[in-house]
């Protein structure tokens, strides 16, 4: 599956060392590691992207495997899509629903129906702007706050792997129906 295009991260430099109160440039290419470490970690932990990343494939690429009897094309993407649409020759777009489709976190292989007779392309969305992007950019900026400042391994006193904070908006972000 070849990446198209990606959004670019709200969270840049600048405005992370005026969270850190860090006015010169020794540490930048650290700072910028923790931001995009910060970025994979929350990825991670929400199981869902974070930034809007494209994906294409052509189904020619794909053999449709059975399973239950259902055909499905199966593709290996990091997140679950948030949109899914399939290009059929000489007909309109036609948009996946969500519940039409199974993703496998574990092994991050998505299942989309082989139900559409003529299908030329694939094209998935990963991640999207959203309610909860300022949480979620909050949360990364006290992650690389906490990793900036307990970055030495020989630090006395009381270290956490993340601020708690920082778990309680990933917790909300993962399960918004909490």
Do not use: C
Request: charged share 20%.
């Amino acid at each position: 599956m070849d990446v198209i295009s990606q959004t670019a991260d709200a969270l840049d430099l600048a405005s992370v060392k005026q969270h850190l109160n860090v006015d010169f440039t020794e540490d930048d290419v650290l700072i910028q590691s923790y931001i995009d470490a910060s970025l994979m970690y929350v990825q991670g932990q929400t199981h869902r992207g974070i930034l809007e990343t494209y994906y294409t494939n052509t189904t020619d690429e794909f053999i449709p495997v059975a399973i239950d009897g259902v055909e499905y094309y199966v593709l290996r993407v990091p997140y679950r899509p948030d949109n899914i649409f399939v290009f059929i020759q000489n007909l309109p777009t036609v948009s996946v629903f969500p519940d039409e489709v199974a993703y496998n976190i574990g092994t991050g292989k998505l299942y989309i129906p082989a139900t559409y007779d003529g299908a030329t392309k694939i094209d998935v969305t990963i991640g999207r702007e959203s309610n909860d992007t300022p949480l979620v950019n909050q949360a990364r900026l006290m992650i690389v706050a906490n990793w900036y400042a307990f970055r030495e391994s020989d630090f006395v006193g009381s270290i956490k792997e993340v601020p708690t904070g920082v778990q309680r908006i990933l917790d909300n972000v993962s399960n918004p129906q909490l």
